[in-house]
């Protein structure tokens, strides 16, 4: 069975920093880009982040650019979020999100909430 496990999301002042983690089973997860992808509050999906499978080329989102940082950990099927500098605007859910050709695999996300 496939899954996608967040977790590390919670309450944090603007400012702080909090780091995600998303553990993976149930497939090669060396064998998957990933990213993260949230939602805002009565808003659509947004993409953050996403790094490639051997975790050699990484990109983000111009919200997020300077701020976040996306990281794996293939030995440990782990995929990992460091967020600093975070804005009352981060507040949202955070998915993981695997991918490969033909194959879409989403975790059931982590609530992030920034907020003074």
């Known amino acids: 069975e496939v899954q996608l496990v967040e977790s590390g999301g919670g309450l944090v002042q603007p400012g702080g920093s909090l780091r995600l983690s998303c553990a993976a089973s149930?497939?090669?997860?060396?064998?998957?880009?990933m990213s993260w992808v949230r939602q805002a509050p009565g808003k659509g999906l947004e993409w953050v982040s996403a790094?490639?499978?051997?975790?050699?080329?990484?990109n983000s989102g111009d919200s997020v650019k300077g701020r976040f940082s996306i990281s794996r950990d293939n030995a440990k099927n782990m995929l990992y979020l460091q967020m600093n500098s975070l804005k009352p605007e981060d507040t949202a859910v955070y998915y993981c999100?695997?991918?490969?050709?033909?194959?879409?695999?989403w975790g059931q996300g982590t609530q992030v909430t920034v907020s003074s």
């Open positions: 790094i490639t499978t051997d975790g050699g080329d990484t």
């Open positions: 149930g497939f090669t997860f060396s064998s998957y880009a």
């Open positions: 999100n695997a991918h490969n050709i033909g194959r879409d695999y």
